[in-house]
């Protein structure tokens, strides 16, 4: 079936240090989404990916989708404390939304 | 205020007895589904609906029910609930289909024991 792989699992970095997490799908997405959950909390949806090669900016984050349209990337610069929490790529297949297994980001200060 | 609300937030029950989690939301939105989120696994999709009277299967239907009577709520009916259904549950909506962005509801937290 339709699966969306998600790199590395966990991570632990030192505040100020940079962070990317890494999404691949098994076909040609028409889009990719990226949502951020909060330790205890639930997914907020980040941005969305719609065009081949495309690259995205909110302030210390930049997201990329592959020239292919099959996988996608998340960086952070330069970490805070406030960056704590799950990061998930997400992909429709038909009617079905399907999301990667997610990043732990973890931030020591 | 937009929202997708969910109850009961926590929830321990014992196998086999019936359970049913409501979803609501306020959006107007056609697209309505329900996920599980296990440790390393992610978020999978157990149901989704496009609309009023139309759902299909997910990833993980097995042992799950819904239904989709009005267009702002969309329960989660678990018949039989086993232990390995213990996990944390959302309910998400879109505008009308998987394809936008999702809004989430606060989760619903299971132990079936």
């Known amino acids: 079936g339709q699966q969306v792989m998600q790199i590395p699992q966990y991570q632990h970095v030192q505040e100020g240090e940079d962070f990317t997490t890494y999404c691949n799908s098994s076909?040609?997405?028409?889009?990719i989404q990226w949502y951020k959950q909060r330790p205890g909390g639930h997914p907020v949806f980040l941005i969305q990916?719609?065009?081949?090669?495309e690259v995205k900016k909110q302030k210390r984050l930049t997201f990329q989708f592959g020239e292919a349209k099959k996988n996608s990337s998340l960086h952070i610069t330069a970490t805070q404390t406030t960056d704590v929490g799950t990061y998930f790529c997400?992909?429709?297949?038909?009617?079905?939304?399907?999301f990667g297994a997610g990043t732990i980001l973890r931030v020591k200060s | 205020e937009a929202q997708v609300t969910q109850n009961p937030r926590y929830l321990i029950t014992v196998t086999g007895k019936k359970l049913t989690v409501t979803c609501s939301q306020n959006?107007?939105?056609?697209?309505m589904s329900w996920y599980r989120q296990d440790p390393g696994l992610g978020l999978r999709q157990i149901y989704y609906?496009?609309?009023?009277?139309?759902?299909d299967k997910g990833d993980v239907p097995e042992g799950y029910k819904v239904s989709r009577k009005e267009k702002r709520n969309f329960p989660l009916i678990l018949e039989s609930p086993s232990p390995n259904q213990t996990s944390l549950y959302f309910c998400?909506?879109?505008?009308?289909?998987?394809?936008?962005?999702?809004?989430f509801g606060p989760g619903t937290r299971l132990l079936v024991l």
């Open positions: 959006m107007n939105h056609e697209y």
């Open positions: 998400a909506s879109s505008l009308t289909v998987s394809a936008e962005t999702q809004y």
């Open positions: 990916l719609v065009k081949s090669g």
């Open positions: 609906s496009m609309n009023v009277e139309v759902t």
């Open positions: 076909t040609t997405l028409s889009n």
């Open positions: 997400a992909g429709p297949y038909g009617n079905k939304l399907v």
